[in-house]
C-alpha cells in the first residue's frame, strides 16, 4: 500500500497527512478550499481538484470532514468516493459521524469489491500532530490488518471494535465520557475562582489524585490560560452529541450528563461561540 487519497485537510487533517508523508506513503489531498492546504501542498501532498481525482487509482482513500451529511456528500454522491474508487481499494472514514452511514459505506463499498472501515479518533490537535491519536476501527478484520501502517503512521492506541459502524458506536462512547469529564474540569476551575482559590495550585493537586484525567492535564491549561482556539470544535462536539442522543433514543436509553451537556454547548453555539475549542465551555459556568 502506497498510495493514499486524503479528503479534509483541516485541523486535524492536515497533521494526519504530514505524519502519513513522513511514513513514506505518498499522499494526494482534497479539501474545499484549496488555500487552507497551502502549508501541506509545500511540505509534499499532492492537490487534486475534485474527490474524484483524489480517489481515484489510489491504495486507500482516508477522509475526514465535518458532518455526516459532508460524509454522505464525498462517498456517495456522482463523482464521489464510492464510484471513484478502484476493485480493491481501502476507504477508511475517520470523520466522528452516525454509524448508520458506516454500514452504507461498508454495504456500497463491498457491492464493488471495495473495503470500507470507520475509524474515528480521539486525541485532538496535539494527537494528531504527535501521531498519538487514539482510532477505533470497525469493519472487517482482514481489512483492519491490512490498514495497520496506515494506522501506526497516525496513532498509538489502534483498536478493532468489530462490525461495521463499531468504530462510530465507540466514539460516541468516547463523547459521552468526554462531556462529564470536561464539564467536570470546567465547573472544577469556575468553582476554585468563585471561592478564592489559585486555579493552578488547584489543579496541580487534584490531577494527582482520583478526580485526574486526561483533560484536566492537557485541556485545563488552555482554560487557565485564556486559549480557547479550537483543538476540537465546539460546532463539532454538538453534531456528536446530537448522534449520541439520536442512538441513545433508538436504543431506549435515557443518558442525562450527555443531554445536559449538549443543552450547554448548544446555548454557546447560539452565542455565535461554535468555533471555539471545546474548553470554551468554561464561558458557559462564567459568562
Not at 491519536?133 to 489502534?158: H, Q, R, Y
Request: aromatic fraction near 8%; proline fraction near 2%; hydrophobic fraction near 40%.
Amino acid at each position: 500500500m502506497k498510495t493514499i487519497g486524503f479528503i479534509g485537510v483541516g485541523v486535524m487533517g492536515r497533521s494526519m497527512v504530514r505524519n502519513l508523508m513522513k511514513a513514506g506513503f505518498s499522499v494526494s489531498i482534497y479539501t474545499r478550499t484549496k488555500s487552507r492546504a497551502e502549508d501541506v501542498i509545500a511540505d509534499g501532498a499532492v492537490w487534486c481538484d475534485s474527490v474524484a481525482a483524489c480517489a481515484s487509482d489510489k491504495d486507500a482513500v482516508i477522509t475526514i470532514v465535518g458532518y455526516p451529511k459532508d460524509v454522505e456528500e464525498v462517498y456517495f454522491a456522482s463523482g464521489g468516493i464510492i464510484e471513484s474508487s478502484k476493485e480493491g481499494a481501502y476507504l477508511i472514514d475517520m470523520t466522528t459521524s452516525d454509524p448508520d452511514i458506516a454500514k452504507r459505506i461498508y454495504e456500497n463499498a463491498k457491492e464493488r469489491g471495495i473495503f470500507a472501515l470507520d475509524a474515528p479518533v480521539s486525541g485532538g490537535d496535539v494527537g494528531a500532530k504527535n501521531g498519538t491519536l487514539a482510532i477505533m476501527v470497525g469493519g472487517e478484520k482482514s481489512a483492519f490488518d491490512a490498514c495497520m501502517p496506515l494506522f501506526e503512521a497516525m496513532g498509538k492506541t489502534i483498536i478493532y471494535e468489530g462490525s461495521p459502524g463499531f468504530g462510530q458506536h465507540t466514539k460516541m462512547a468516547n463523547q459521552i465520557a468526554l462531556g462529564g469529564a470536561i464539564s467536570g474540569v470546567c465547573e472544577a476551575i469556575a468553582y476554585a475562582r468563585a471561592v478564592g482559590l489559585d486555579a493552578e495550585t488547584m489543579l496541580g493537586t487534584i490531577s494527582q489524585g482520583a478526580a485526574g484525567s486526561w483533560q484536566m492535564t492537557n485541556v485545563a491549561p488552555r482554560i487557565l490560560k485564556e486559549d480557547l482556539d479550537p483543538g476540537f470544535f465546539i460546532k463539532h462536539y454538538i453534531k456528536d452529541l446530537r448522534i449520541v442522543m439520536e442512538q441513545a433514543m433508538r436504543a431506549g436509553l435515557e443518558l442525562g450528563v450527555a443531554g445536559t451537556v449538549l443543552d450547554m454547548y448548544e446555548c454557546l453555539e447560539k452565542d455565535s461561540l461554535g468555533d471555539l475549542g471545546t474548553q470554551a465551555l468554561i464561558k458557559y459556568y462564567e459568562g
